[in-house]
């Protein structure tokens, strides 16, 4: 490929994969003679008159600016003489697009003060989005800017040009991001295919097609080469082969890559399918479509794999399109073949082709007749298999099929010589010029009357013109066919006649003779035998007299009554505006009075502010005087307790002299006397200063108030007599922990009666110390625990470790806390985090008085740990140590009886299984009846427990005879 070296303004030549970055143009062409061709940039006549110089130096300019070398626009950088050369660069256009740095679209008729998201805008009518080789030039670049064209104006107000060809006249508009929701509607490509976020080739090849049904392009066999890329297909270039030709082709070559049968889903119209029913005879035509505008109506049109259930693809050979379809029978007769597409927000509609059936064989050959638009079926009628089939492709569209058709000719000799020509045929598709042919509709079966509509010209004088109406039907079996003839002006157009014509029918009726300014003309049809075949013949008419329905007089009478309707609603609506106008004015009217009204009011209300205001003035200099005053005071109020900072020092200082372990706490800015007196404990000052009414809950910067401190320093007297005194009991202290908390802590019945009588919350704890109650159980002050369950609190709470009161008492060694807690119901089977019974844990570390509190209330220590009782076994040692100073390794109780032996009769089989585990016991000890644990247990018929002591005795004889071995 060759790009140009923004530098030397050269062309250099590189291999296609060896390419340099560069920077990529996309515009519309301006005439020939303007653009810069290869043989110029080569000749270095790069200053041609006109926009091509602009758009070569703008766009080498840019990519400068954008720190590129290199730059490739089409007019110049392509061969055009060499047709291999123009052929290979027209294949590998869209690649090139695609791989390019940066894309420059510049849109020379969009002005640079343009507003691209206003309808209207010259953006958005922009010849560029019209053209079809800018179709690919959107969608292959990866970055792309649009740039408008700076006005003359402008151009001359910056300086940036000495003349007014917009040599400097590039302005930016934005890029394909910014602008991607505007370009999609100008388009119809949705922004995902746009910005490259979704393949193009995940789009349906209906949608693809519809993206370029609204383009043109100066020769028409471009229309199917601009689409290559878009399509990922080669073909070779033939210039003169015609348009149709070129989209045949390339329809071809889709074919074969491809299974997506929604190329077939051209001709879509807006109507449902039941008014797009085949009647009686029709003409074969093309199975594929002439030129994208034929899928104009296809953009939401997606390919459906799954739908249809088949993965055949569709191929073109021999004329005929080789399909796998299943075939749907309207109740009509008319067959239609499903394609496995369909609306793309809407899944129960495929898009299905008319069909004819021509030939039975291998496979059954059908034809798509001409005239007739695709349509939407249910997707409940392709339930059907689908079945091999061909569709003769009819390029030419001109052969007749015996299907029961009209076929009207005239002779051209016969119009000439009453110097008349035919010069259009409504609809234009039934009208052969070439041959002198009308070929109509099939007639259909329900009484439908068809029409036909020839226009003849006066070829030599500015006559009106002759219309004739051919109108035809079945009637038993047969053509009815009927003649009929007005005139109208030169400039009605014969659409807006069939448009009118129904409107007209009544005044035809009957007329087959009609005049113009010079010429009586009548029509008459020779039927040619018995074949549906009809000749036209023009006569004129010599004498008589008749009517002329001239239809423009008709239509100018038509228009003249719609108009004098719309006056006359225009009148009425007037009429009612005025009568709305009118009480309008009124209700302004009565509106000002009020505004005035209120207006007056305020300018009262604004006289009385205007003294208020000289009034405030005033008292703003008096304020700020005082002001003024209040800052100097507490200038000196700071200087003074600076110096009361400093006799504090030595206050400390003096204190710290005399030896005492309690430490004179410095007071922090904003303490009160009462609030120091508290911490210190001076009852007789704090009775003086609430007395003298000071604030009982005032608190200094950390929030530190008398109560607070007199529970951090645990002046539980001062506490007391704050409370008394009513002060607020919601307050933690820094610590995080409420007034009861501490006061349970410390074991002060009293306080804490004080503080429950005042509301204080039972549950109000200090995180992460827990409760109150577990603080009570903590310490072992039985009475604050009686309290505090006297007044609700938890029984079973936990702290942070998994604790209850109950664990933490026998924790401790505290009995009476925990025989009260027992008393009141507390459970005994809790567990500790490490799921070990924490209550035989307690007995390892020597507390057996615990343990016999808990056999006496029955509980069982289930270890239900696996392998329970690790831990109990290493209390073993603490046994150990026990025995070796001499204390009680086997208590019991008054009766005699071990732990082991109450274990045993009470049943209990873990209890037992973990005393022996640990060695807290004598298997043979007897209680003061004589009986041991085994037959406690024999007794009792605990078998679990026999059979755990009988094991245990076994062992034990073991280990004698071992150590009797050795020995």
């Known amino acids: 490929m060759r790009l140009i070296n923004v530098e030397t303004l050269k062309l250099e030549e590189f291999l296609d994969y060896r390419a340099p970055p560069y920077a990529i143009l996309s515009h519309t062409w301006g005439d020939d003679y303007e653009e810069p061709s290869f043989r110029d940039v080569e000749d270095g006549n790069i200053n041609k008159p006109g926009i091509g110089s602009a758009k070569f130096r703008g766009c080498c300019r840019q990519a400068a600016e954008d720190g590129l070398v290199y730059a490739w626009i089409d007019t110049c950088c392509i061969d055009k003489t060499n047709l291999v050369e123009l052929s290979e660069a027209i294949n590998s256009m869209f690649r090139w697009y695609q791989r390019a740095s940066i894309c420059y679209a510049f849109l020379s008729d969009v002005p640079s003060g343009d507003n691209f998201r206003q309808k209207g805008s010259k953006f958005q009518s922009s010849r560029w989005f019209q053209r079809g080789w800018t179709l690919q030039e959107l969608l292959a670049p990866k970055t792309m800017r649009f740039y408008g064209a700076v006005s003359p104006s402008d151009a001359h107000n910056r300086q940036a040009a000495i003349d007014t060809n917009l040599v400097q006249g590039w302005r930016l508009l934005g890029n394909k991001g910014s602008m991607s929701t505007t370009i999609a509607s100008i388009t119809g490509i949705p922004r995902h295919y746009l910005l490259g976020i979704a393949a193009l080739h995940t789009a349906s090849i209906a949608q693809r097609m519809s993206w370029a049904a609204h383009r043109d392009t100066k020769r028409k066999e471009d229309l199917a080469y601009c689409l290559l890329g878009i399509f990922n297909i080669t073909m070779p270039m033939i210039y003169g082969e015609g348009g149709e030709q070129a989209f045949f082709r390339l329809q071809e070559q889709i074919m074969k890559v491809t299974r997506d049968d929604s190329i077939l889903a051209w001709g879509l119209g807006t109507n449902d399918s039941s008014a797009n029913n085949i009647t009686g005879d029709a003409t074969a035509g093309r199975v594929v479509a002439k030129a994208p505008a034929d899928f104009a109506n296809s953009r939401h049109i997606i390919h459906r794999d799954q739908t249809l259930k088949y993965m055949n693809s569709v191929d073109i050979s021999g004329g005929s399109i080789r399909a796998y379809l299943p075939l749907h029978t309207t109740h009509t007769g008319q067959i239609v073949g499903l394609l496995s597409c369909g609306p793309e927000k809407n899944s129960q509609q495929v898009v299905g082709i008319p069909l004819i059936k021509l030939s039975m064989g291998s496979f059954d050959e059908y034809a798509r007749p001409r005239g007739y638009d695709s349509s939407l079926y249910p997707t409940m009628v392709a339930t059907t298999e689908p079945k091999p089939i061909r569709i003769k492709h009819d390029s030419q569209e001109n052969g007749p099929m015996d299907l029961g058709g009209l076929f009207f000719h005239y002779e051209d000799d016969d119009f000439t010589d009453l110097n008349l020509k035919v010069i259009d045929v409504a609809p234009r598709s039934y009208w052969d010029e070439e041959r002198a042919l009308i070929m109509c509709a099939p007639i259909a079966d329900d009484g439908v009357v068809g029409q036909v509509l020839i226009r003849l010209r006066h070829d030599t004088q500015e006559l009106k013109d002759f219309v004739i109406v051919l109108e035809y039907k079945k009637e038993c079996s047969d053509a009815l066919v009927e003649c009929l003839i007005f005139i109208c002006s030169r400039s009605l157009l014969l659409e807006e006649l069939v448009v009118y014509l129904p409107s007209m029918m009544q005044k035809l009726d009957g007329k087959r003779e009609a005049k113009n300014e010079l010429l009586s003309l009548s029509i008459t049809l020779e039927r040619v035998e018995r074949q549906p075949i009809f000749v036209i013949r023009p006569e004129p008419v010599l004498d008589g007299v008749f009517t002329t329905v001239d239809a423009t007089v008709e239509l100018e009478k038509k228009n003249l009554i719609r108009e004098s309707l719309q006056l006359l609603e225009e009148n009425e609506e007037i009429d009612g505006e005025d009568e709305e106008l009118e009480d309008q004015k009124n209700y302004y009217e009565n509106s000002l009075k009020e505004v005035r009204k209120e207006q007056e009011a305020i300018s009262v209300i604004l006289k009385e502010l205007e003294e208020r205001q000289k009034e405030l003035t005033e008292k703003d200099k008096e304020y700020t005087a005082k002001r003024r005053e209040t800052i100097v005071k507490r200038a000196k109020l700071e200087t003074k307790l600076n110096g009361l900072s400093t006799q504090w020092e030595n206050i400390q200082k003096r204190w710290d002299t005399l030896g005492q372990d309690e430490k004179l706490r410095f007071p922090l800015p904003g303490t009160t006397v009462l609030e120091w007196a508290a911490a210190k404990g001076l009852i007789e000052v704090v009775k003086q200063r609430l007395e003298n009414g000071a604030d009982i809950n005032a608190s200094d910067q950390n929030g530190c108030t008398p109560l607070i401190a007199a529970f951090t320093a645990g002046q539980f007297e001062v506490a007391k007599l704050l409370i008394e005194h009513g002060v607020k009991i919601g307050d933690r202290i820094p610590e995080g922990a409420t007034p009861l908390f501490v006061a349970a802590a410390s074991g002060c019945v009293e306080l804490v009666q004080l503080l429950l009588n005042e509301g204080a919350d039972v549950e109000g704890g200090g995180n ?16 604050v625990v009686r309290l505090l369950l006297d007044h609700g609190a938890q029984i079973e709470i936990r702290d942070e470790a998994d604790l209850t009161a109950l664990l933490i008492a026998s924790e401790r060694g505290h009995t009476d806390v925990i025989r009260l807690l027992l008393n009141r119901g507390a459970k005994t089977d809790a567990e500790s985090d490490e799921d070990i019974p924490q209550l035989m844990l307690d007995s390892g570390e020597g507390h057996t008085d615990i343990v016999w509190l808990v056999l006496d209330d029955g509980t069982d220590m289930e270890d239900k740990r696996k392998g329970g009782g ?24 008054e009766d005699g009886r071990t732990m082991l032996i109450r274990a045993s009769g009470g049943g209990r089989t873990e209890t037992a299984r973990q005393l022996l585990a640990i060695g807290i016991t004598d298997l043979h000890a007897q209680d003061k009846e004589g009986w041991t644990a085994l037959e406690w247990a024999t007794k009792n018929r605990h078998e679990a ?23």
């Open 870 to 893: 690790a831990e109990l076994m290493a209390a073993s040692d603490e046994r150990k140590k026990d025995i070796s100073k001499g204390t009680q390794a086997n208590p019991h109780d």
């Open 768 to 783: 992460p110390n827990g409760t109150p109650l577990l603080a009570a159980a903590s310490g072992g002050h039985a009475d």
């Open 945 to 967: 427990i026999v059979q755990l002591l009988g094991d245990a005795e076994n062992d034990d004889s073991e280990k004698v005879n071992a150590d009797g071995l050795e020995n």
